[in-house]
Structure formats: C-alpha cells, structure tokens
C-alpha cells in the first residue's frame, strides 16, 4: 500500500472523531510525505496548522496510523506545498475550456472545481440507491430536467454521513453536463454566512449580492441548518431566495433537518423553504449498505470476500462515512500488515473504531471529562450547587451527555443538579447554537470528546 492510501485511511479514522469543521480546518490540505523507518512524516500547507496539529490532533493522528500499521511509531510535521498532483493539470485546463470557452480564470484544485465549488468525486455512477433514499435521488432526476420549474426549492434532509452533500453535488455535477450554460454554484450555508459577514465588513455587499443574485441558474446551498440564529445570514439568504426564485432559478438546499425542526428559523423563510419539495434520506437497509461497500470494492478495483463485506455492513449502521472508513481500514490494513482477509481479521482491525462510536462510554466519564478541563470539582457539577462558574461547565456537560450518549433530558437534569428538563433542554440547544457560531467553543467541545473518546 502506498503512503497517500495509508493517509486516506487515517484521515477516514481521525474525522469520525472530530467535528465537520475541525477537520475540515485542520486536516485540509496534508499529505504523507514520507516515511523514515518508524516514523511518518506529514506534510502541511502553513505554519499555523503545524503547529495546531502538534499540540492537538497529534494523540489522535498517531493512533490512526498504528490502528493501520502498528509498526509506526512517530510522526512528524513539514510545512509543504501542496504536492504536483494535486495541482491542476494540463488535461483538467482542456475539460474545462471546452465546458466553457469563455472563462479564463476557471481552475481545478483537489477535484473543485473554482467556478462552481463543486467537486468531481461526487457523482451518480458511485451513488448507490435503495429505499432510503430513493425519493429524493428521483426529485433529483427530475429536477435535472426542469431546472427551476419542476421542485423548487428543493429541500433534502437527513442525519449526518447519509450522502446528502454527494446527492446534491452530483446533481450539480450532472447539470454542468448536460446544461453547459448554466451557471452553478454549490456553497455550504457555513460559508455563505461567512462571505457575508466579510463583504458587510469590508462594504462588498454589492459584489456578493452580485456572485449569489445575478450571477447564478442553480445554487446550491449545504447544511442550511448552520444559519439558524444567524439573524444576518438569515435576512440575506431571504432576498437571495427570493430573488433567484422569482426568476425562476433553481434552488437546491440540503439541512440535517426537516424546515419545521431548525429552531430559529425565520417563519417566512420556513414557509418558503417548506413551500417547494422536501424529501428525506433516512438510514440505509443491510442490502444497501452491502451494495454500498461492494461499489467502493469495485472503484478500488479490490477483490473482498462476500462474508467481510457483510460482517461490515452489518456492524455500522448509522452513516456511510463510517461505513466506508471501516472499509478502507481494513482494506488498508490488510494489504500493509499482509495478513489475509478473514472475517477474524476484518473484526480485529474494526473492534477498535466501531467500539469508539459505541464503547461503553459512561456518563461518568462524561462529566468527568468535562470536571478536568474545566477545573472544577465533580461534585459540583452533579450536587445541587447555584456557583456561578459550575453554571458554565454544567451545560457543556448536559450537551455533550445529550449529543455523545443520546440520554434523556429528564435523566440529564437528575444526574446534573436534579435539574428540570427544560432547563437541560435550553442549555443543549443554547450549546448547540454557540458552537456553530464560535470556533473556539467547537474546538473546546471536540477537545473534551477527544478526551473522552481516548481513554
Ligand atoms: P452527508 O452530507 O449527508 O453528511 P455525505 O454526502 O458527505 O453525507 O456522504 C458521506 C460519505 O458517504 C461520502 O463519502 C459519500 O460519497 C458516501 N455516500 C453517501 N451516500 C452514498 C450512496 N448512496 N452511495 C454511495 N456512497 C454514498
Ligand atoms: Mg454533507
């Protein structure tokens, strides 16, 4: 196995135990470079990821690694530029002037594509389909073809890791074909807050309303749930909306949630939202996941045993991301240790990361957790104490039992103080906002998990 597949692999361990934007933030742009004997050296784009990866990430990093080859022992950062092959070649220039001769300034980087943000890997071919989401792979379809009058919006929903992102790129990426005129545009909701927030900042409010209003045929907007509370954000995804619609643009959005459950959204935004097709993706059956992991087989041109793919398959139920990371950790192990592909195997190699999700995590542990980092004393957070600095601390720890152990919140409230369920039920949802809106506090929160997922 060569050492950007180890790197694949690893990275598909170390994002299942991290946040979406921690790991976007950090691990962005880093390869292996090299190996020296026992030790892996990794190389990142800039000064400032270095040194967060060493102080932070380097535990979780190493313990990927050796999960794959437990001969390595070390790992080492180097500030590299992003390698050739990454670069945009000869060849991806040519596919794009003849998908639109007029713009000079289009490039592709990482398979993204700069004009339109979509990224190539996500595509219909490596889409599997089955009844969980087959209602909205087929509004997709339809929507293909009656751009902007058919569905519109059009509103997917579904829990993390069920390929809401790889459905609506791959629609945006099919569009690009078969409509070579019409201008897309994918951004994830996180994003577009962001542009905003710099353009009013800067005065570039014009030049934004520019990229996103009159610039635009199919926009494509991910994870919309990030702009509940955002009351800016809101306003202006508002007009946006509006705008593109009356002119009948097409408008694809995709949330982790239905328009009813994203608390804080504005009513007409709701209604608007709501006023085109919704569908969901819920979780996929056995069969499907077994189709899922036998097209990646395939892709990777691997041949596996049908009792492994099951054994797979059947073990991770819940998101495909971790369904294809256990994969391509026993993939990846497999040709490096050299070890044949038995289901013996395959259990080893995955007790460790399907425990992780599901080991015995207490709440104990939990709060414990949260005591430590916080400083303060474990019998605080759970007696009947009203210290001001518990108060804090306290609703970390009610977010994170909820989120992590997935526990009532009546029992929350009685494990923590003998609280009231509502109370626990504000301080989740009050968490839950602030994290979208500080980085800080998510790198916090991911530290704590880190924490406790690490024992
Ligand atoms: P979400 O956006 O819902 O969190 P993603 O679209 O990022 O999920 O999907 C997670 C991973 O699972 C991606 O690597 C994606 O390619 C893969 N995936 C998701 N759905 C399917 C599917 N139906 N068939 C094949 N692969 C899928
Ligand atoms: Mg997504």
Not at 336 to 363: V, Y
Not at 394 to 412: G, H, V
Not at 416 to 426: A, F, S
């Amino acid at each position: 196995m060569d050492l950007s597949n180890l790197w694949q692999a690893a990275l598909g361990e170390i994002e299942l135990n991290l946040s979406r934007a921690a790991f976007a933030t950090w691990f962005s742009g880093t390869t292996i470079l090299s190996q020296e004997k026992r030790t892996i050296i990794i190389g990142v784009p800039d000064n400032f990821k270095k040194t967060w990866l060493e102080k932070k990430y380097y535990k979780i990093i190493l313990k990927a690694l050796r999960d794959i080859n437990p001969k390595i022992s070390q790992v080492q950062f180097q500030i590299s530029k992003v390698n050739e092959k990454n670069k945009t070649t000869k060849k991806d220039k040519k596919e794009v002037k003849k998908i639109n001769p007029k713009i000079t300034t289009r490039s592709i980087f990482n398979g993204v594509d700069s004009e339109t943000n979509l990224n190539a890997r996500y595509q219909f071919e490596n889409f599997v389909v089955g009844s969980f989401n087959e209602l909205a792979h087929a509004a997709c379809q339809a929507i293909i073809n009656n751009l902007g009058t058919l569905y519109n919006p059009f509103f997917v929903y579904g829990g993390v890791g069920l390929g809401k992102t790889h459905l609506i790129q791959a629609t945006g990426n099919i569009i690009a074909k078969k409509h070579p005129k019409k201008r897309i545009k994918y951004v994830t909701a996180d994003k577009f807050s962001n542009q905003l927030v710099s353009a009013l900042q800067r005065g570039t409010i014009n030049q934004f309303k520019d990229i996103y209003r009159d610039n635009v045929d199919v926009l494509i907007i991910d994870d919309v749930q990030f702009i509940s509370g955002r009351e800016k954000t809101q306003i202006e995804f508002f007009h946006t909306f509006n705008a593109l619609y009356e002119k009948n643009k097409q408008i694809i959005i995709s949330s982790d949630r239905p328009p009813k459950a994203i608390s804080t959204l504005e009513e007409r935004l709701r209604s608007r939202l709501e006023g085109g097709m919704v569908a969901d993706i819920s979780l996929p059956d056995l069969e499907t996941r077994i189709a899922i992991l036998k097209k990646k087989a395939e892709q990777k041109n691997i041949i596996i045993p049908e009792e492994i793919i099951e054994y797979i398959a059947q073990s991770i139920k819940q998101n495909i991301r971790e369904l294809e990371g256990a994969f391509n950790k026993v993939i990846a192990s497999h040709q490096l240790n050299n070890i044949p592909l038995t289901k013996d195997f395959a259990k080893k190699t995955l007790i460790k990361s399907i425990n992780i999700r599901q080991k015995n995590i207490t709440p104990k542990q939990v709060i414990q957790a949260v005591a430590n980092f916080y400083e303060v004393k474990v019998n605080d957070l759970i007696k009947k104490s009203r210290r001001k600095e518990i108060a804090w601390p306290r609703q970390i720890a009610m977010y994170l039992l909820r989120e992590e152990l997935n526990i009532s919140f009546p029992t929350i409230g009685e494990k923590l103080g003998g609280r009231d369920h509502t109370t626990v039920m504000y301080a989740h949802e009050k968490i839950s906002q602030e994290i979208q809106n500080s980085d800080s506090l998510r790198q916090e929160v991911d530290f704590i998990k880190e924490k406790i997922y690490n024992k």
